[in-house]
């Protein structure tokens, strides 16, 4: 298995442009979560979906923010207009929550807003 | 609001000791903690979980405990290796919603 997949790896991007974040979890999962993390705060959910379903979406900062899962082997998180307060390392990771906690991360698009 | 707390200075121990990390949870009833190690440019991996109403969870040379009257949860690395060297985080799980602290690096000097 290829593990969580997550494009681009690195994203620098001027203050004001959208930015498009994409995630493959692993096949048979049914959790996927997005995650931010930062030297100040750390770890943070931001949204979760179970079978496609957003079931907590308030990490997710402020409307700027949305993230979508059309199926079960694609998302997407989305923000517009960025901030330089975005920049940061997001990280997809996916679970099967029928069977065990244990989630699997992606390796992280480390995003630069300028 | 609900925490999950961990020493955030980094803990420097001897090759061969036993690293002990620290995870402290308030404002929160985690059903389980989780530990995960994270290296440098990488996603975090999973390691170890434990319930509520387990007291100790062990794998090779992987300890693990979970105290819910001191609200705490220990985290053993014995006969430490360099290449133990990381950041552990601790991740607090349940219907109280989904927390992690911000980690210990750890660093083990030969």
């Known amino acids: 298995d290829a593990g969580v997949i997550q494009s681009p790896r690195h994203e620098v991007t001027e203050m004001g442009q959208e930015v498009t974040l994409r995630c493959k979890p692993i096949?048979?999962?049914?959790?996927l979560f997005w995650y931010r993390q930062t030297m100040m705060r750390g770890l943070e959910l931001l949204i979760y979906?179970?079978?496609?379903?957003?079931?907590?979406d308030s990490g997710m900062p402020e409307d700027r923010f949305s993230a979508k899962m059309p199926n079960a082997s694609f998302s997407t998180l989305k923000i517009q207009p960025s901030e330089p307060r975005d920049s940061a390392v997001y990280f997809c990771?996916?679970?099967?929550?029928?069977?065990?906690?244990?989630?699997?991360f992606g390796p992280g698009t480390r995003l630069t807003v300028t | 609001s609900q925490k999950i707390e961990q020493n955030s200075e980094a803990l420097n121990i001897q090759e061969g000791k036993t690293a002990t990390l620290t995870c402290n949870y308030t404002?929160?009833?985690?059903?389980?903690l989780q530990w995960y190690r994270q290296d440098p440019g990488r996603g975090p991996v999973f390691l170890l979980l434990?319930?509520?109403?387990?007291k100790e969870k062990r794998k090779e040379r992987l300890k693990v405990t979970f105290d819910t009257t001191l609200k705490q949860s220990l985290f053993h690395i014995t006969a430490s290796q360099p290449a133990d060297s990381a950041t552990y985080l601790c991740?607090?799980?349940?219907?109280?919603?989904?927390?992690f602290g911000k980690g210990t690096h750890l660093i083990i000097q030969p």
């Open positions: 990771a996916s679970s099967d929550w029928t069977s065990s906690y244990e989630q699997y």
């Open positions: 096949s048979g999962h049914n959790s």
């Open positions: 979906f179970n079978n496609n379903v957003p079931i907590d």
């Open positions: 404002n929160y009833s985690p059903a389980y």
């Open positions: 434990i319930r509520e109403n387990e």
């Open positions: 991740r607090g799980g349940g219907a109280d919603g989904l927390t």
